[in-house]
């Protein structure tokens, strides 16, 4: 007898692929619903589960951190699984998710960069502010990267949160740094960092910036540093006047701006320049490390959306530089055997729906969710509607679906492939039992955490905890 599709019977076989907030908020939506009953499994391909909060969010966050209370509650569901430690296309093709599962949603964020297009930025010193988080963070990645802090000047290209992050983690109090779970390598390299001088660079003005007000404000709170902006710099362009007019978040911008502006220059040991309506257009160097950053003027022009442009103006500045952050914005990778847009660096989708770039046509069973689908923009409440929309989607479309075939179709049989592929995958269990290593690393130094950096160090700790909690338990 043909057992019918979204019954207690035969559940919906979902599986999504990335285990940040956005693959959560999925699965949290699926469960939520009462139209079909779901078994759901989540991978990851780092061990650890909760993609950026726990390696993009920065370690002075930690409050915003806290939203993994939300996500733990999600994977506690009977109807969910982890599976960390699955690269997908190698440990977990798009065949076999084909395979085992009804329907798949790509949950994969997006893990490169922008570049800035401009001669000299291959030179030692420029990096991407991509590289520097996830450093920072201890995110797997990028633990064999190494940053010369030695010198004294720095600068951060764009203005959105990122750029905020990454100028306050290089301006901040090691004292400060030291409470939190930032990597260990990082925290050994900040102490002994000689920064003295963070330039913040917008090529538009202070109305068009991307980064939120408390992060704006925060730059102003920390110790021993002032936040330098230019008079100049907030008098506004009647189109940026004009655009602020009954904005509630950019007024707020402009007057913390203004603040700014009114300060001056007070002698403290580190101090943060924010410059507006300035584009680097080359980076100089000698013996293949960066010197100094030549920027250019720009004005802002109205383009026919009404977008404002920065235009570039003749006129030239040249700043000592020691080292340049572009934080331009993330920028989604392929995943093998799944559609990708290379110009916005995300998989096609119409609400959510995978696109096939050929036809235009939904692929039937394949979904995106967060920065794969949408773009890298939004703070994580985002991706909790934008998630909601994709399973909306792939709710309706359950009775068109082709279902797989019954004796894949059960997470017994996942698991079995999944343990043949990949013996030392991660469960929830087992990332909870690192978490608490984690945890009790941190506590005798007053810290949230102390992370474990690399894959290998992650799956022989559990390893080792399992085994030392079954030889107890044999004790006993
Ligand atoms: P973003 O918000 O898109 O900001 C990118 C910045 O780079 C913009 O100022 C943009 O200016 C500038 N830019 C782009 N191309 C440029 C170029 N060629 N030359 C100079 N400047 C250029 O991206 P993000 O900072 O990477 O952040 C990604 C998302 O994560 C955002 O939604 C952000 O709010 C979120 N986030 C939130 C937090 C938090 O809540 N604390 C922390 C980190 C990230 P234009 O406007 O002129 O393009």
């Known amino acids: ?74 994977a506690s569901d009977p109807r969910v699984r982890f599976f960390g430690n699955i690269t997908f296309g190698t440990d977990l093709t798009h065949n076999d998710v084909r395979r085992y599962y009804d329907q798949v949603i790509y949950a994969v964020g997006a893990s490169s960069d922008r570049k800035l297009g401009i001669p000299g930025e291959d030179f030692l010193g420029s990096y991407s502010a991509t590289a520097f988080v996830g450093w920072y963070n201890g995110h797997p990645d990028y633990a064999d990267l190494d940053f010369d802090l030695s010198g004294e000047n720095v600068a951060v290209v764009g203005i959105g949160n990122v750029a905020m992050d990454v100028a306050r983690i290089l301006a901040k109090p090691i004292e400060v740094l030291a409470k939190t779970d930032i990597a260990d390598h990082a925290l050994e390299k900040l102490r002994h960092s000689r920064v003295k001088r963070i330039y913040v660079l917008g090529r538009r003005g202070p109305v068009q910036a991307a980064f939120t007000n408390p992060e704006l404000r ?35 911008n402009v007057k913390t701006l203004r603040q700014y502006a009114l300060r001056g220059e007070n002698g403290l040991p580190r101090k943060i320049y924010l410059r507006f309506l300035v584009s680097p257009v080359e980076i100089l160097g000698e013996n293949g490390h960066i010197t100094a950053l030549k920027l250019r003027r720009n004005e802002l022009r109205p383009i026919e959306s009404g977008y404002l442009q920065a235009s570039g103006v003749d006129v030239y500045e040249t700043i000592d530089m020691d080292m340049v952050f572009r934080a331009v914005g993330y920028k989604g990778v392929p995943l093998p055997g799944v559609p990708h847009d290379a110009r916005r660096g995300t998989i096609p989708n119409k609400s959510g729906r995978v696109l096939d770039p050929e ?32 399973v909306r989607s792939l709710l309706e479309d359950v009775p068109s679906i082709n279902p797989v075939d019954d004796e894949c179709a059960t997470p017994q049989a996942a698991e079995a492939f999944i343990k043949a592929r990949r013996p030392d995958y991660v469960s929830y ?16 130094l007053g810290r949230p955490r102390v992370k474990f950096i690399r894959i290998e160090e992650m799956v022989s700790a559990i390893a080792a905890t399992k085994h030392e909690i079954s030889r107890n338990g044999a004790d006993t």
């Not at 950026?52 to 951190?65: E, F, M, N, Y």
């Not at 008079?231 to 655009?243: F, G, I, M, Q």
């Open 359 to 390: 036809t235009g046509a939904p692929i039937v069973g394949e979904y995106v969710v967060g920065w794969a689908k949408r773009g890298p923009t939004g703070i994580i409440g985002t991706n909790k509607p934008d998630s909601a929309e994709t």
């Open 218 to 252: 925060e730059l102003g709170d920390i110790e021993g540093v002032e936040v330098i902006v230019d008079p100049a710099d907030v008098e506004l362009d009647p189109y940026s006047l004009a655009a602020m007019e009954g904005n509630r978040d950019i007024t707020k």
């Open 1 to 74: 007898m043909e057992r019918r599709l979204g019954t207690v019977e035969r559940p919906l076989r979902v599986a999504i692929v990335g285990a940040g907030p956005s693959g959560f908020y999925a699965a949290g939506a699926l469960l939520e619903q009462n139209a079909v009953q779901v078994s759901i499994d989540l991978f990851d391909r780092l061990p650890t589960p909760f993609g950026l909060v726990r390696d993009g969010v920065a370690p002075d966050h930690q409050k915003i951190k806290s939203v993994t209370r939300v996500y733990d509650r999600i």
């Open 429 to 444: 269990a087992d990332w909870r039992l690192l978490d608490q290593i984690e945890a009790s690393r941190g506590q005798a």
